[in-house]
């Protein structure tokens, strides 16, 4: 296991279209965690993972996006019925949490979104 | 005002210089500090983390913290070529499990 893997690396899909990722972490990472980037800017928080308990949402995220990490391990992300203002990367990321500290995120490749 | 800000930039640097990147945070409780390097189409890669108030050194990069001015710094010493990418500062806030990102500033190292 040699890092963060997200498949697909690329979807094509068109609007109206439900699209899912996802992504396998770190193995002993206890945190995974979804990410969305548009060009020119910072990655854009969507929601984490501690084991397999979905702990927080993003506000900005709608309800047309819903993630989950069955028994703790891979992560998928499902987007329902996708508009434009979709496409950007997905980014998926893992840690390893102690305390209050966080020793900084592993990122995988990332699955760049087009909707048509 | 945003939870972290850096300049976008870009940042020309000649090769062989140092270079200087700068981010400010609003979360005065902030406990964790982060620069990421991302190369273009490629996903962020960490190449700097700091806790305390000072300087952390690895190889060519120095990262520096400055608690009370809200302040993280990232220098680069002996710029190459190879380190123009988008430099992205990134803040895990007192009571957040999550990390916040800067938008980014882009770095060129002129040959």
């Known amino acids: 296991d040699t890092g963060v893997s997200q498949n697909p690396r690329h979807k094509i899909t068109k609007r109206g279209q439900n699209v899912t990722f996802r992504c396998d972490p770190i193995?002993?990472?206890?945190?995974l965690y979804w990410y969305r980037q548009t060009l020119g800017q910072g990655p854009e928080f969507l929601t984490y993972?501690?084991?397999?308990?979905?702990?927080?949402k993003s506000r900005l995220l709608s309800d047309r996006f819903s993630a989950e990490r069955p028994k703790g391990s891979f992560s998928t992300l499902e987007i329902q019925r996708t508009e434009q203002g979709d496409s950007a990367m997905y980014l998926c990321?893992?840690?390893?949490?102690?305390?209050?500290?966080?020793?900084?995120?592993?990122f995988g490749s990332g699955t760049r979104l087009t909707v048509v | 005002q945003k939870e972290v800000e850096q300049n976008s930039g870009p940042l020309s640097v000649p090769e062989g210089a140092i270079a200087s990147l700068n981010c400010t945070y609003s979360?005065?409780?902030?406990?964790?500090f982060f620069w990421y390097r991302q190369y273009s189409g490629k996903s962020p890669e960490l190449i700097m983390f700091?806790?305390?108030?000072g300087d952390k050194e690895d190889g060519r990069f120095t990262a520096q913290l400055n608690k009370a001015s809200q302040y993280v710094s990232l220098l680069i010493r002996d710029s190459q070529p190879s380190d123009s990418a988008t430099y992205l500062c990134?803040?895990?806030?007192?009571?957040?499990?999550?990390?916040?990102f800067g938008s980014g500033t882009r770095l060129s190292i002129r040959p």
């Open positions: 990321a893992s840690s390893l949490a102690r305390a209050y500290l966080n020793y900084g995120y592993t």
């Open positions: 979360d005065r409780g902030s406990q964790s």
């Open positions: 993972f501690q084991n397999e308990a979905q702990l927080e």
């Open positions: 700091i806790y305390s108030n």
């Open positions: 990134a803040v895990k806030g007192s009571s957040a499990s999550k990390i916040i």
């Open positions: 193995s002993e990472h206890n945190r």
